[in-house]
């Protein structure tokens, strides 16, 4: 049980962390002006690149963390008992929520970076201020798909792996 536990969050990070990178690509391109978009890798690369980050990320972040552990407490101090639709929607939060700042940090970070080097030394902005700016956008977002994404696919994995999906709290 155990195994199947460790290999549902590894499926689940990729397949949220992958969701959250190709958010961050459309956001990033989407907020970018005609200079900033000139400056940029073509899109196809940017979304590739973001995904690919977010779900070495996501997956380290996963391997590191017990957020499984965080979101089964988190269900049980509530009184939720798997696999009830109540213990699903409480379990998946943790994982959500620090799997979304995790990846958006890094994705974040790495695109500021990039584009940081590229600004001429008179007109650069204060990096803490750039980063910070741009992580503000996608973080909100990034935690909301990844809840909504983690809900509607947990019971899909769970399903797959064998382990038992959620059922309405009676």
């Known amino acids: 049980m155990k195994n199947k536990e460790k290999l549902m969050g590894i499926v689940m990070a990729v ?12 956001l990033i ?37 017990p957020m499984g552990k965080w979101g089964r407490g988190l269900a049980s101090k509530a009184g939720a008992n798997p696999p009830s639709f109540k213990f699903m929607l409480l379990n998946c939060l943790p994982v959500s929520v620090i799997s979304a ?20 030394a ?3 902005p204060p990096f803490a201020g750039m980063f910070l700016g741009q992580w503000g956008k996608l973080l ?6 990844s809840y909504v994404v983690s809900v509607l696919i947990s ?11 959620p059922r309405k709290d009676h």
């Open 122 to 124: 008179e007109g650069k």
């Open 15 to 26: 397949i949220m962390s992958l969701v959250m990178g190709l958010l961050a690509a459309f």
């Open 29 to 65: 391109i989407k907020g970018a002006d005609e200079k900033q978009l000139a400056a940029m890798p073509p899109a196809p690369v940017t979304y590739i690149s973001n995904a690919l980050e977010s779900v070495i990320a996501g997956v380290i972040i996963t391997l590191i963390l």
């Open 155 to 165: 019971p899909l994995v769970a399903g797959a792996l064998g382990l038992t999906g």
């Open 140 to 145: 909100i977002p990034s935690i909301l798909i």
């Open 101 to 120: 700042i995790f990846c958006s940090f890094t994705v974040c970070l790495i695109n500021v970076l990039i584009a940081y080097t590229k600004i001429p």
